[in-house]
């Protein structure tokens, strides 16, 4: 998989998707996006009280699903899948041996649906990436399992890591109601605020990587063959890059934060998340003035993704 592969074979395998991530093509997108975002929050004013785990789940999932070429109307099965299939980081969810049998027949059904929608593509291509994948397949540069395993880590990677960082902002909204009116009456700040909920919440938590070489750093000597974990929220929160690390500031200017990854791994997504973010703090700003919370939010537990499992809130509107 692009994860786990480097060098050439991981050039090859990100240049048969990366077009669909440009920023223009993500560009796209973001009439669409945008209405998900509008509905999904006017809902949530409507219902009064809300998970907003709930509330942004649709979000990440119809976006990735757009880009993939999956019809609309299997949007709600993909959203139902991916949640059974990946949504089980907390420990709690896995304890029982029935959640753990039926996160693996989820992962499988999405499997064989991408079988489905690639023989589909098959017989009548389009512009979108399952068509890519399957134009892939025809030359040799993958085999199926290759494919499938592909469309798994698109759906995977931008999913719960996107949907955690628009819980994340708004608890910092929240928690900064003098920066929540700053960016309302300025969505000049719009850019750089997503440059700091991402800095600020951190969705995910770590990188694993095996040192190629003896390296010192900072002091520390790493030598060749050894694995390290880089934390992000603890790189994110470094004095040494960050002024004021621990303080939320969305005019932040210089924010060289690590939350995208960096190097040739960086995220495939990264312009898909931060229009995706962007877009979700233009219109909660546009439509929500403030928000009460109901319950203290419960944390998700994991050492993957840094986010919630319930975020009971009511939403005011603007
Ligand atoms: C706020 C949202 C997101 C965060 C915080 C995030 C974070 C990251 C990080 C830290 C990496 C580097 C992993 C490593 O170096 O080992 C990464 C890679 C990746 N991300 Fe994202 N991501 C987000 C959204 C997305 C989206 C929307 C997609 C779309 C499909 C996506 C797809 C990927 C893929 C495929 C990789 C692997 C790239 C490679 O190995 O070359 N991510 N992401």
Redesign the pocket.
């Known amino acids: 998989m692009?994860?786990h592969t480097d060098g050439p074979r991981?050039t090859e395998l990100?240049q048969l998707v990366n077009r669909a991530?440009t920023p223009r093509a993500v560009a796209r997108l973001e009439p669409y996006i945008r209405s998900v975002i509008r509905q999904s929050l006017d809902e949530a004013l409507e219902q009064g009280e809300v998970d907003f785990v709930d509330t942004v789940a649709l979000l990440?999932v119809a976006?990735?699903a757009a880009l993939l070429g999956v019809p609309q109307e299997d949007w709600a099965l993909l959203l139902r899948l991916t949640t059974a299939a990946f949504g089980s980081a907390d420990q709690d969810l896995q304890t029982s041996p029935s959640a753990r049998a039926s996160a693996a027949m989820a992962h499988a059904q999405l499997l064989l649906y991408c079988q489905d929608l690639m023989s589909q593509r098959r017989a009548s291509p389009r512009e979108d990436i399952v068509t890519s994948l399957v134009e892939a397949q025809d030359k040799g540069l993958l085999d199926e399992e290759g494919a499938m395993l592909f469309f798994d880590?698109?759906l995977l990677?931008?999913n719960e890591?996107?949907r955690h960082?628009a819980v994340g902002s708004l608890i910092a909204l929240m928690e900064h109601p003098e920066q929540w009116q700053r960016l309302r009456a300025d969505r000049g700040l719009l850019n750089t605020a997503v440059g700091e909920v991402?800095r600020y919440v951190s969705?995910?938590q770590h990188?694993?990587r095996r040192a190629e070489r003896d390296v010192e750093l900072h002091g520390v000597r790493i030598e060749a063959g050894q694995d390290v974990a880089i934390w992000?929220f603890s790189a994110n929160r470094d004095e040494r890059a960050f002024a004021d690390a621990d303080r939320f500031d969305i005019a932040r200017a210089h924010n060289p934060h690590l939350?995208?990854?960096s190097?040739?791994?960086?995220?495939?997504?990264?312009a898909?998340?931060t229009m995706?973010?962007r877009l979700f703090l233009d219109e909660l700003c546009e439509r929500v003035g403030s928000a009460v919370m109901i319950e203290p939010p419960v944390r998700l537990a994991s050492t993957v993704i840094s986010g919630y499992k319930h975020l009971r809130v009511r939403l005011l509107p603007a």
């Open positions: 692009l994860t991981h990100r991530f990440p976006s990735i880590l698109l990677g931008g890591t996107t960082g991402l969705p995910s990188v694993l992000h939350a995208l990854g190097g040739p791994h960086y995220c495939l997504g990264a898909l998340a995706e973010l």
